[in-house]
């Protein structure tokens, strides 16, 4: 394909022509998308991807996920990478081997094409990273004012082997909550950024496809009952989904929850809860009791469960509450979030 | 960090609470009202009233500000703000209050009204320099923690000769709220409190010397405490120590931050910007004489009540609502029929519920689960 004049990708900026169907769009999707999530599928230009089912049998699980973050440049990370990351980990919490992505963007007009060039090869990295490949996509402009620079939606679709059964209405009194790591390093990464709030922190957002670990935890403990990404609304909010879905409690231990002192030096400053503080490549896992140990030695010697900890348990609760036992030694209840804690960051 | 773990330290807790344990009389009740929000928010969400001995009782009292911010106040905000065409900025607390009509400033924003959230004073005086086009009202609540930045954006308000900026004043006076809850009971020797915690940033601006008069007059103890989980247990032991010795003297638990004197220079800018309102309606307790500040005439330009001629009406508090009752700590949250069912912190009736300082709310949030019999047991 050749064109008269090159894609700025300097100082061009989205117009509303790269929206329209015509050659200025054609020329952003060759210049840019196929470019850099260059593959088999995406060179077709087709709409719509055909691919081979890996051999075997197992269900096709499929998740999607829009962003909308702000900033869209974050320390540790950006909104292309997150969409990735986020969509990829949606698929590997219900138990799957996320095969491929599908990716839409809504671009405002007006958006300098240098930075969607930087969010579309951050995509492209952390696609590449996780081996799981951008196989279509749709473009949209909308009018300067009514975007925010640019939303991505991203789908992945995957395959759950047999035997694998993630349900958290199989969670039962007495079985495990485990987490990955440090939580609330995302949420706080992204609050230092933001106006009026600026702070120096030296923390990243934790951003990250963690479908290697969550497989490495399916295959050393097939039983596992629950997975989930604690994302939007932190732990807290996971955990209360598991409890309502469950229809039992949660008791959980406030010293074994990790927290990194940074991170609960800058929730204190903000008032926040580090709790409820969003997280982008941690996992919250519940099994049964027995195994909780042996899921604790397989998550710690993987590099993205390094700091896991086993941090509660289910309990008998028709009420389907979640409380915690503070380092003080007294219970309080982890509620679910009321309105925000603060303007949405994730 | 290490300023936090240190007043976070469990086995200290432990320790406190076991010394508690032993000086606490058998027999005799310890009632204290922690006047602040704050402080009924660190009790609920470290479980504090787990490590307390039976006999001590914590109430909550009036101090949090979204609480006692009247129905009347809120209706004022959001006529300006829909009617009057400014752009009115808020704390993001009062957002959530509800007004007459089914109204809050949220609902209000939702409906067009250019209401927007601020972290602080300073934003609205960002907002007004960068809108010279249009009237920007500051919805000015609080203690006297958060009235002497009010004053200062007044003042450079003044200094830059702003001209579409101004300040709904509703900032309200501790010492007079304290006072007002022991004569609302009648005979002062009737009442049912035993000692108070007392307010901490509050008295980092006022000192504590204006509590002396206060636990003189009314026999009643005052321990100025840190918001820490340990400042407030190691205040609770100082009240209990006091009670049983027949003391009734202010203490200061929260030496680090507070001095008798208090920050003389944020008491001078107050004093510069404003006066003493005789009459202040509060959500919850009525009318309180000499309980709040208003803007002085030198400053007339940049007081949105001047400036648009408001009047306050008085609104009766939602009829099911016990906020008056527990604002001046007669009742517990629980007490309430509407408690967790018609009202909670996403529906709130009463102000209570709103922030996460004000009783019902604290008590939602962190504490409602031991209301409910629980078969729950850890299992091993
Ligand atoms: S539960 Fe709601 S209505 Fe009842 S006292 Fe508390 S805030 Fe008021």
Known sequence: MSYTRPLDLKHGRVDLSHGSGGRAMAQLIHDLFVRHFDNDYLRAQNDGACFPLPAGTGRMVMATDSHVVSPLFFPGGDIGCLSVHGTINDVAMAGGKPLYLAAGFILEEGFPLADLQRIVVSMAEAAREADVPIVTGDTKVVEQGKGDGVFITTTGIGVVPDGILLDPRRIQPGDRILVSGYLGDHGVAIMSLRENLSFDTAIKSDTAAIHGLAADMLAAVPGLRALRDPTRGGLAAVLNEFASAAGCGIVIREKAV???????????????????????????????????????????????????AIIGEAIVDPNGFVQMETTFGGRRMVDWLTGEQLPRIC | MKYIDEFRDGDIARKLAATLATEVQPGRSYRLMEFCGGHTHAISRYGLLDLLPPGVQMIHGPGCPVCVLPIGRIDSAIELARDKGVI????????????????????????????????SCDDALRIAREHPDREVVFFGIGFETTTPMTAVVIQQAAALGLTNFSVFCNHVLTPAAMVHIMESEGDPSRVALDGFVGPAHVSTVIGYGPYEGFAQHYRKPVVIAGFEPLDVLQSILMLVRQINEGRAIVENEFTRAVTREGNRKAQARVAEVFELRECFDWRGLGEVP?????????YATYDAERRYGMAYRQVPDPKACECAAILRGHKHPRDCKVFGTVCTPDHPIGACMVSSEGACAAHYTYGRFKEIPLRAEVSA
Do not use: F, W
């Open chain 1, 258 to 308: 990790p927290v990194r002192d940074e991170v609960a030096a800058a929730c204190e400053l903000l008032g926040l809860d580090p709790l409820y503080v969003a997280n982008e490549g941690k996992l919250v896992a519940v099994c049964p009791a027995e195994d909780a140990e042996h899921l604790l030695d397989v998550m710690r010697s993987h590099p993205q469960g390094r700091d896991a």
């Open chain 2, 290 to 298: 000499d309980s709040a500040l208003r803007i002085r005439a030198e």
């Open chain 2, 88 to 119: 009115l900025c808020t704390y993001a607390d009062t957002l959530r209050v509800p007004a007459s009509g089914g109204l809050s400033l949220m609902r209000a924003k939702a409906q067009g009204a250019d209401v927007r959230m601020v972290y």
